[in-house]
């Protein structure tokens, strides 16, 4: 190497250390996020950057590939034939003695001393319309490797859908692309002005670039290299294609493709994963969206309960009050001394008690008690119905929103249809297994527990009309001394009506407090079933929250260290520009 060389040489070998850095850590960015595909070719690209310049030849079957190989060469190094016959890659390499060996099952080298080979390095591929799907999934998976493509294709049929999509899928990775347009000498020299024309065109028009196009007769060049007629050369038009890769390509050109051909193919990834994180980040803040409205639902949900329950509880309340005003309306008629029989006897009083006052009350306060909790059992199934539906209608929708789906892919969908699938499941079986009579006689039997541990009761009273009840007559006979009987017997008819004043302002009072008492534990059993209703909602959708909120940490961290190294790639190419214009 002279001494040129070694500056030229010291000047690249930090960008390319750089590269083979900035290259990995995508690579590593890939491999998170599961995409083996793209960590692949990312290891295959770093290994290519100390490789010769690459340089990649592509073509449908039957377009003259493998004859223009052979008139590249100068001799029959390809195989022709009317069929495909190479099912594999095939890099051509220098070696003073002819050599091949399997690299891979789908990759081979061949060795030729071929001089031009000292500096490039040439890959043949499998037919890209090939039948069997496998060629073209194997010449595919080559580009990103490339430094330069020379496109085949013939003058009898041009510009073939098929060829407009592969050179839609090269031009994706970011690579130079020369056309190569064989078998001009079938057709005269109008004719091959008129397909350049059309070619050029469609370029233009469908794949939004000029192309460089040489037209050719790789089977004229061939014959005139083998020793045949020395007119066929100059009529082959072969001698400007080799012009251009031999000599007009030149070192430095050669040098900025070589350089820049990893960071093109790495952009190309990068591009692909930021348009994948971009999905997902948009599902993802619909999810959120979705999550937002149903907490608001829920909230709104437990509110509005809270407050319709208010009815029952006025009900309930306005059925006490009655109660008290009817229990001191009995005081006020029955303890008076044309009474006293009855004021003698606890058996006799607290019958007529339950006869006037009580009635049929335990059973009205049983009934308002019993609707109450059935609207809260009909809420709560009703709030799990309409979580199911909107669920269904509004977040499960977005899973076939191709728009953003096709961006996405993946496990990523699988396992956010899978926390989605777990919801919905969740929701239809508390809805299908909600047993309406027990869920009402558990919550009534935990309010008669409330009620007793209250009013300091024994267990065992069926009914919370027959516990405020019984509550209720014993403040009775509490507050007029019936059970101390005897002093009826030694008090003044005038004591009377003072005992009688004084026992019903008692029992207002001591009911008064009963109905607070009642109407607190009414009001916190009520609160108690409405919380519990709602959280077990939410509850079944904490793992999609939590779902959506990991996912979107992970992803946000991911994006910005994508567009740290998106910019890294712009930087870096930058740089060889630079260096390579002014070299």
Not at 45 to 50: S, V
Not at 479 to 491: C, S
């Amino acid at each position: 190497m002279n001494t040129s060389e070694q500056i030229v040489d010291e000047r690249i070998r930090p960008l390319i250390e750089a590269e083979k850095r900035l290259l990995n850590d995508l690579q590593n960015l890939a491999a998170v996020g599961g995409h083996d595909e793209d960590t692949r070719q990312l290891s295959d690209i770093q290994d290519g950057i100390d490789e010769l310049f690459l340089l990649v030849i592509v073509g449908e079957f039957n377009s003259g590939k493998s004859s223009f190989i052979n008139a590249l060469f100068g001799q029959k190094v390809r195989v022709e034939g009317p069929v495909p016959v190479d099912d594999r890659i095939t890099i051509l390499r220098y070696a003073a003695q002819p050599d091949e060996r399997q690299l891979t099952s789908f990759v081979s080298e061949k060795r030729l001393p071929v001089d031009f080979l000292r500096n490039i390095a040439v890959v043949d591929t499998p037919g890209t319309n090939s039948v069997i799907k496998q060629h073209q999934e194997v010449t595919e998976d080559f580009i990103p490797r490339a430094d330069l493509i020379l496109f085949t294709t013939s003058i009898d049929r041009p510009m073939t859908e098929s060829e407009r999509q592969f050179l839609a899928y090269v031009q994706k990775w970011g690579k130079k692309i020369v056309i190569v347009l064989n078998k001009i000498d079938t057709k005269d020299e109008a004719e091959v002005s008129e397909v350049v024309e059309f070619v050029d065109g469609k370029c233009r028009e469908l794949l939004g670039f000029k192309p460089l196009i040489f037209p050719v007769s790789a089977k004229l060049a061939l014959g005139a290299k083998l020793g045949g007629n020395p007119r066929d050369w100059t009529r082959s038009r072969f001698e400007s294609l080799e012009d251009y890769v031999f000599n007009k390509l030149g070192e430095r050109e050669r040098l900025q493709l070589k350089l820049l051909s990893p960071l093109d193919s790495g952009s190309t990834v990068a591009e692909k994963l930021r348009e994948e994180y971009a999905g997902k980040l948009e599902l993802l803040a619909e999810d959120s969206s979705k999550i937002s409205h149903l907490e608001e639902q829920l909230s709104r949900a437990h509110d509005e309960m809270q407050a319709n329950f208010q009815k029952f509880v006025l009900q309930i309340d306005a059925q006490v009050v009655e109660l008290r005003d009817r229990g001191a309306d009995f005081l006020e008629r029955n303890m008076r001394i044309s009474n006293i029989n009855l004021l003698r006897s606890e058996t006799r009083f607290r019958e007529e008690f339950e006869r006037q006052v009580l009635g049929d009350w335990r059973e009205k306060l049983d009934r308002t008690v019993n609707e109450s909790v059935d609207w809260i059992v009909r809420q709560n199934m009703r709030l799990w119905n309409d979580t199911l539906e909107y669920f269904n209608s509004q977040v499960r929708k977005t899973d076939y929103d191709s728009r953003v789906i096709g961006r996405v892919g993946g496990q990523f969908v699988y396992d956010r249809e899978e926390v989605h699938a777990r919801i919905r499941h969740e929701a239809e079986n508390r809805v299908r297994s909600l047993d309406h009579r027990e869920e009402c006689r558990r919550i009534i039997g935990s309010s008669m527990t409330a009620l007793h541990q209250s009013f300091g009761l024994g267990a065992g009273a069926v009914g919370l009309g027959y516990v405020l009840a019984t509550a209720f007559t014993t403040v009775a006979l509490d507050v007029t001394g019936i059970a101390a009987a005897t002093l009826l017997f030694t008090a003044s008819f005038f004591i009377l009506p003072y005992k009688r004043k004084r026992a019903i302002e008692e029992l207002r009072s001591k009911v008064e407090k009963l109905r607070e008492e009642m109407k607190t534990v009414f009001e916190n059993k009520s609160l108690e079933e409405i919380d519990r209703a709602v959280e077990n909602v939410r509850g079944a959708l904490d793992p999609y929250t939590r779902f959506v909120k990991s996912e979107q940490t992970k992803l946000s961290e991911r994006s910005s260290r994508l567009t740290e190294i998106i910019e890294r790639l712009k930087m870096l190419k930058r740089e060889i520009e630079n260096l390579v214009s002014n070299n």
